[in-house]
């Protein structure tokens, strides 16, 4: 369909950041799963704690990090990364399990798991995966790229109609 005024124009960019910002947030989540197996949960050995002396994890702190839905405004289009420790279901403080005794943990576990060395209840070593994610997003410039690739892919498939509302622009 041509892009025949502005209101089209709008609609047709607004899906296209709608598209950039879902390929983002899905490969950034990716990111952050890989940084927290790899530093949190697979750093150091297996953790004898993990769900009643299995040495397994819940993975509930994994999947407690999530983008929330898209916001598309009229002038901006986003969504928010956030960790969901309500989601984490199990509190079991006999094994450990996202907190001792009557300390619930889930709650401040992002923060308490982002340390390079041992936790004080867990004795586990790991590295701080939460660092490491956001040195590799900003420093490293994985973000940046992230965005360029998706703009690039999805403003390819809106280039002819770019191509034409441009031309009848001119003629006007």
Not at 5 to 27: P, T
Request: proline share 3%; no cysteine; hydrophobic share 35%.
């Amino acid at each position: 369909m041509p892009i025949t005024n502005d209101w089209a124009m709008y609609k047709v960019l607004s899906e296209v950041m709608v598209g950039v910002i879902k390929k983002v947030s899905e490969k950034v989540t990716y990111d952050l799963s890989e940084s927290i197996l790899n530093n949190t949960y697979n750093y150091g050995g297996q953790n004898r704690y993990y769900v009643a002396g299995t040495k397994e994890p819940t993975y509930e702190f994994l999947a407690a990090f999530h983008f929330d839905e898209i916001v598309n405004n009229v002038n901006k289009v986003f969504s928010e990364l956030f960790y969901d420790w309500e989601n984490m279901m199990h509190f079991k403080p006999e094994y450990a399990i996202h907190g001792t005794g009557s300390d619930d943990m889930r709650e401040k576990l992002a923060e308490i798991l982002n340390i390079d060395g041992e936790t004080e209840w867990m004795g586990k070593p790991r590295k701080p995966y939460w660092d490491i994610f956001i040195e590799d997003m900003f420093t490293n410039g994985k973000l940046r790229t992230y965005f360029d690739q998706a703009m690039r892919e999805e403003f390819s498939k809106i280039g002819a109609q770019i191509l034409w509302f441009s031309d009848s622009l001119k003629r006007r």
